[in-house]
């Protein structure tokens, strides 16, 4: 489709290409609801404080300055760069009006403010569910979440063909490596090197252990051995469950891996490979972390992904509300269906009945058919001047539109004409015709 | 509701509130869609050259800057202001993709860089339709928009109560001055004057006529008189065709009128007031203007309004696209509802039933029996952890869930409490329970 271009990185749909975001959301809504999450929204500002990381703005952050005021350099509020931190500032500062276990959705914009660059989204949509609770919270909850985001992708088959859940669980992969020999804070950088196995290989992770963490050989083989282990269904569960290394953490980890494997459904389960390599680049993380591939689009990297974290609400309140969320990147999984044409882009409006016009007297009365083909929900619209037949016809083939209706000059007879199937009906009762159309 | 305050006029609601948010948008999308409309979304930001008007900003407007490089202060991008020029920038952009006449809503927030200040909003949401066509557009499109507008307060009559639609035409207006011997510099003067009667009061009004345009007594005699004029129904058709200025000006906004009153639905007749002195703010209108008012809410002001504009897309394309749109204050409106009370807001969540777990055993088939509720469309939570039933209970009372649903020991009897009404029920087929649920 060519058209000018926008500004870089801040991408624009056609109506047709809007309708198929739409119906995305809707699928993936639908699932979130039938969960029971609920929809909160925030503002798409935070104070500058806020998005801050220990005092320091270490993200590309967009600050909002007064234009009539661009000498007032301070820019105190900024655009949310995610939407976890828009979450957790608003379930401490919400603490007392809110029921807990908290459990809700949000589809929301968030922005990167880094400099236009060919392939970097400067504006995006994602898709998060969370539930968070008071003091505890069952490993029940993480099942839960992963099992919706599972359930999304089941759902997606058909369009982006199957999926695989890489899963593991931040305390087996931190107790591992102290069961090599790390401490607290080589283990947090193990793990961050082991999170680019995917882009600098095993050659690339061996090296980085050894210049940073001054790892020899025997311990560098170990982790690559043990960071190298995938097992999918049953075969996952038996490999987890001779694992017999004693650290607490790892322990602690292994059994709430292994419960979490006995809380998901069965097709979950043959989704689900334990690997052992997985560590996710977020901080906040602290048991299980997933991440979904696509099998047929594995240029895509990770579609979607999810984990437990314990304190992610601690900057705001003085409260121990242990959480675990999965998001989805939509507007990337939009840019992934419309590019490869995964989905028919085809329709450009609602409506499904053309109501056309012979002549301006005619239209109080075109007027009135389509209000009741309205009224028994069918989308319809009335040409909106007198035009030939074959103009309206042709309008009605170019929006997508599948059924045009003509009125006779005495408003006596109707006909509609199936624009597909090219085939026309007289039509007695429009209302009886409009629910059918409705119902089918 | 109590509760700590988010950043001045960043409004954030609760899960409830946000519930009621969203039953309003489902309302007008269904109106704007049931007519063929389409949804579009415009990046939240344009090119500040974008927004500024004449080269200059004269709006308050947010410029976007990298917090990383709080330096360069150059604001290239600024958020949009309203969706009305990005809505005539995509317009342009994508003129050679689109199908004209191109009928769309657009439900966006809007950002005003404003200091902060009490019950000044920085960041709403707005709900605008427009239909816009290529070289011609006839006065059935204003009726259409005008129609569905009127549809939307028709449709919320039970929530804010009865409304009256302000309607005039520009042209009547312009013309009508011109017949008082103003000249075109004046005309525009004028109409922004008289824009301000219910703020400065008819005093006022003389008083700028004759600072600002150095008129005489009788014009301002005549254009005050004029402007006091206020018709309604059949009425308001004999005024408009009394009229017998001869300016060619006036001659079409008079004709224009009387062909949109011929075409809108008696209900909508039913509901507008032709009233000359309603001239609107907004630049850009040429044609048919009108206002919402809510007759139980007039401190409220306007609820809604809309126009018909020549020249909207001119600055980014040298095409002739006539257009028509009405516009919605949705958080203003939400604002209402919530400030007033005008809707339940009880329900927190979109649970439907809450299944209870005895005990952690019993968890895998308490989401076995959630799952086939969900099948049925029927939105079912499973209780996050093991409780006593009362705790239970209580929760799904504190989220407004109206179903409670028991499982004996032994998994075999199913048990269902209405919380409402306090009735409990066993349950045989939970399948067919639940569809009938769905259905009622």
Not at 155 to 182: C, D, T
Not at 422 to 432: C, F, M, R, T
Request: charged residues 30%; contains cysteine.
């Amino acid at each position: 489709m060519k058209r000018k271009h926008g500004i870089s990185g801040f991408p624009e749909w056609l109506p047709e290409e809007k309708r198929v975001e739409k119906q995305l959301v809707t699928l993936i809504e639908e699932i979130y609801s039938s969960h029971g999450f609920t929809e909160i929204e925030t503002a798409a500002v935070e104070l500058m404080s806020t998005l801050a990381s220990k005092g320091e703005v270490d993200k590309e952050i967009y600050g909002l300055v007064r234009a009539r005021a661009l000498d007032d350099k301070e820019a105190e509020l900024g655009l949310h760069f995610d939407l976890t931190v828009p979450f957790a500032r608003y379930v401490a500062q919400n603490f007392n009006s809110l029921d807990f276990p908290f459990r809700r959705y949000q589809l929301q914009k968030v922005w990167r403010g880094e400099r236009p660059q060919k392939g970097r989204s400067r504006e995006f949509y994602q898709f998060d569910v969370d539930t968070i609770a008071i003091d505890e919270l069952p490993v029940a909850a993480d099942a839960e979440v992963l099992e919706i985001q599972s359930k999304v992708f089941a759902r997606l088959q058909p369009v982006v063909g199957n999926y695989l859940i890489r899963i593991n669980n931040r305390k087996i992969l931190l107790g591992f490596f102290s069961e090599v020999g790390l401490d607290a804070e080589a283990q947090e950088q193990a793990r961050i090197i082991i999170d680019k196995l995917d882009k600098i290989g095993e050659k690339g992770v061996r090296a980085e252990l050894q210049e940073k963490l001054a790892l020899d050989t025997k311990q560098i083989d170990r982790i690559v051995e043990f960071t190298s282990r995938k097992h999918t269904g049953a075969d996952a569960i038996a490999f987890l469950k001779e694992l017999s290394f004693t650290s607490e953490q790892f322990l602690k980890g292994k059994s709430e891996l292994l419960e979490l494997l006995g809380l998901v459904s069965e097709e979950t389960l043959s989704s689900l490979q334990v690997d052992m390599s997985l560590a996710r680049g977020l901080d906040y993380y602290t048991g299980a972390i997933w991440e979904v591939h696509l099998d047929d689009h594995s240029e895509f990297g990770s579609a979607g992904g999810g984990g437990r974290y314990e304190g992610l609400t601690a900057r705001f309140i003085n409260k121990k509300l242990p959480g675990v969320g999965a998001s989805i990147g939509l507007t990337r999984l939009v840019e992934l269906v419309l590019s490869k044409s995964l989905m028919p882009v085809d329709t450009k409006c609602p409506t499904k009945v053309l109501v056309t016009v012979l002549s301006e007297e005619q239209r109080i009365n075109s007027n009135r058919i389509a209000e009741v083909i309205r009224g028994e929900g069918v989308p319809a619209e009335v040409f909106f001047k007198t035009q030939k037949l074959g103009k309206q016809i042709a309008y009605a083939d170019k929006k997508g539109i599948p059924y045009v209706l003509f009125i006779d000059e005495n408003n006596t007879e109707i006909s509609v004409k199936d624009i597909r199937a090219g085939e026309q009906q007289s039509v007695k009762d429009i209302a009886l015709w409009s629910r059918n159309l409705a119902d089918a």
